[in-house]
């Protein structure tokens, strides 16, 4: 059962994936019944449209959907700031002056002791 499922999924991800390839074969096996049925320019038959127009028609359709349907990620972050209540802003950054600072200034001679115990060059 779980493979039924499996290969389900599979193939529902490949007939979306490959949609408009599906169309062409589709149009490639039913040309003559599509340029019966559908075709604009049956009158002049010197146009040599043979349905192309239908298939013109059809691919710019799947080509709309496609561009209409928004992907999964981008609806989603562009939903985040409603599920937040509003536009999000960044919190302000306060600037403390420099005679309000409460830490010791840095002094060369505190970091260098350590560094030079261990990185000196080599002795005689």
Sequence with gaps: MKSFFAYLLVALVLLQTFSRELLVVDFTLNQAT????????????????????????KLKQQEERENKAP????????MLPAAF???????????????????????AGHYAAPL????????G
């Excluded at 302000?92 to 409460?102: D, K």
């Design 34 to 57: 599509i340029t019966a049925r559908f075709c604009v320019n049956k009158a002049r038959p010197a146009l040599h449209c043979d349905g192309k127009c239908y298939f013109a028609k």
């Design 71 to 78: 992907s999964p990620l981008k609806e989603r972050l562009e």
């Design 85 to 107: 209540g509003g536009g999000w802003q960044a919190p302000a950054v306060a600037r403390v002056p420099q005679a309000a600072q409460r830490y010791a200034p840095l002094v």
């Design 116 to 123: 030079g115990a261990v990185f000196h060059p080599p002795l």
